[in-house]
């Protein structure tokens, strides 16, 4: 392929995923853009249960069930002429693990927070995963259209908890019930919210505040303190900075109404522009840059059942570099082995298809009998490297779990294996009796994990929580001074752990073993 041909299919793609704590709108605004792009006719909330209508971006029962997002899932579309790639990740604490994965495989990156609670716990979380790897951040404030937070206050949360610089964008012609619209600071237009009929906008021309028609849209003394609003944020406010934009060390920032779609046409139009296209990434051998003709990607996530009536399982790669062909020869660097991507496929949630190509920024599941594990690069035969492990998180909440029907062992022992090669869980065997013991990050995966294994699997289990909170990889396994409370164990690759009840367990196990090197 021409370089010119590829550096033109990788500056129409955008790659990103969105982050929010739960109930901030996240999947809302997911269904949203989806329905403008035209990839569905009518958008879903995560809350239509009783409507028979699930989000689109929730695939998984337990998903449409609880109205939460579980697992990250990927949609593939086309708006306004770009190949969006949405990554939408489970916002719910417990599934932080498969998000952190996640967010390394995007280029940029959409926060929603909710106007009335500001910054939340989760944000953080995620907020500094995204910081941690300088991504660019886009700030979209939801539910204005309710009351609110000061508009002004929401910023300084921004910035003093999550110590980025804002930029507002837009910004809102007041709130809940007086909720007017927005004034969007960039084209100088006012977007005009009315719950009853659609919603338009209209350009002020010179910035000018007294036309008859934002007189008519908008109550005197709202657009008295709008016009002294923008004078200020004008004067004294920060100014728009695309390097600390591209550094994630600003954020632009938009109000507006997931739920209604107000204020995101705007947004979309505003990230679009702004938003950087697939980024290169550091290798082992150096940084390879997205127009690099030798093909190259990693895999991100491993899911298993899709489809269960195929029990197929779905590697997720991210192309970084090349063009992906179908049935093209790759090489794993982890395995040292060639492998045919002979069964490429495109995503929108549940859904996917066949494709023949893809380029730098999209998002492949290649069917995987075994051969791919979270973390592995694959690249063209000519330079090989590695793009390095993606992290991997401690457990903090620890189980014992059997089947409860003997005779389904079989089943028992390879839905234990296929879900743990997910990432989800992570799986531990005693070093006397051969008990399994699962570790997570979350508690609610346990429920999530017991549900898989009954639907998917045909197992029902017995599982016996345990009181331990943290693990430690040990050096060694022999002649252990070992509290009988705690817990000595074997991972999947055979390598010895000990899983203590408390950190005092641990201090303890240090003083009593201070030979013994102890690893995360």
């Not at 109550?219 to 390097?243: F, K, V, W």
């Not at 632009?252 to 505003?270: D, K, L, N, Q």
């Not at 980024?279 to 127009?291: A, F, H, K, L, T």
């Not at 909440?397 to 028992?412: E, G, I, P, S, T």
Request: net charge negative; proline share 4%; hydrophobic share 35%.
């Amino acid at each position: 392929m021409k370089q010119p041909q590829l550096e033109e299919e990788i500056n129409k793609r955008k790659t990103f995923a969105i982050i929010s704590h739960p109930d901030a709108g996240k999947t809302t605004l997911t269904e949203k853009i989806l329905f403008l792009s035209g990839a569905i006719r009518s958008a879903g909330t995560v809350k239509s249960r009783k409507s028979g209508k699930y989000a689109t971006s929730d695939w998984m029962e337990m998903e449409k069930q609880r109205g939460i997002s579980i697992t990250s899932s990927v949609m593939q579309f086309t708006y306004n002429d770009y190949k969006i790639n949405i990554l939408d990740t489970p916002g719910h604490q417990d599934f932080s693990e498969d998000t952190y994965r996640t967010l390394m495989a995007v280029d940029s990156v959409v926060m929603i927070i909710d106007a009335a609670k500001g910054v939340e716990a989760q944000t953080k979380k995620l907020f500094k995963v995204c910081s941690d790897r300088g991504i660019p951040i886009f700030t979209f404030i939801n539910k204005m259209d309710r009351q609110g937070r000061d508009p002004f206050e929401l910023l300084e949360d921004i910035e003093e908890v999550l110590g980025i610089q804002s930029f507002p964008m837009n910004w809102p012609i007041g709130m809940g019930n007086s909720f007017q619209g927005v004034y969007d600071r960039i084209v100088h237009k006012i977007h005009v919210y009315d719950e009853q009929r659609e919603h338009h906008s209209f350009k002020l021309e010179n910035d000018d505040f007294s036309g008859n028609e934002i007189k008519q849209l908008v109550q005197p003394e709202q657009l008295s303190e709008l016009q002294d609003t923008i004078s200020l944020l004008d004067e004294a406010g920060d100014s728009i900075d695309m390097e600390s934009i591209k550094q994630g060390k600003q954020t632009p920032v938009f109000f507006g109404s997931a739920i209604s779609t107000f204020g995101i046409p705007a947004f979309m139009e505003h990230f679009l522009e702004l938003a950087p296209a697939p980024q290169g990434r550091e290798s082992d051998e150096g940084y390879i840059e997205p127009s690099d003709e030798d093909f190259s990607g990693f895999i991100f996530k491993i899911q298993a059942n899709m489809n269960p009536a195929h029990r197929d399982r779905i590697a997720f790669m991210r192309i970084c570099s090349g063009k992906f062909n179908k049935g093209m020869e790759a090489w794993n660097n982890r395995t040292n082995k060639s492998v045919k991507l002979a069964q490429g496929q495109q995503f929108f949630a549940a859904s996917r298809g066949n494709i023949d190509e893809a380029y730098p920024g999209d998002i492949v599941g290649l069917y995987d009998p075994g051969l791919y594990q979270i973390g592995d690069t694959l690249c063209g035969q000519k330079n090989t490297y590695s793009y390095g492990k993606l992290p991997q998180f401690p457990p903090e909440h620890f189980a014992k779990v059997r089947a409860k029907n003997a005779m389904k062992q079989k089943h028992f022992y390879k839905g234990v294996a296929q879900l743990a090669e997910e990432g989800a869980v992570q799986v531990y065997k005693t070093a006397k009796m051969e008990e399994t013991i699962l570790g997570v990050v979350g508690v609610l995966q346990f429920e999530v994990f017991e549900q898989r294994l009954k639907s998917e699997y045909g197992v029902d289990l017995d599982i016996q929580h345990l009181p331990h909170t943290c693990a430690r990889w040990v050096s060694e396994d022999k002649n252990l001074k070992l509290d009988s409370t705690n817990y000595l164990v074997h991972d999947a690759l055979g390598k010895p752990l000990i899983i203590f009840e408390s950190d005092f367990a641990l201090r303890w196990f240090k003083d009593k073993n201070p030979n013994i090197e102890l690893q995360l």
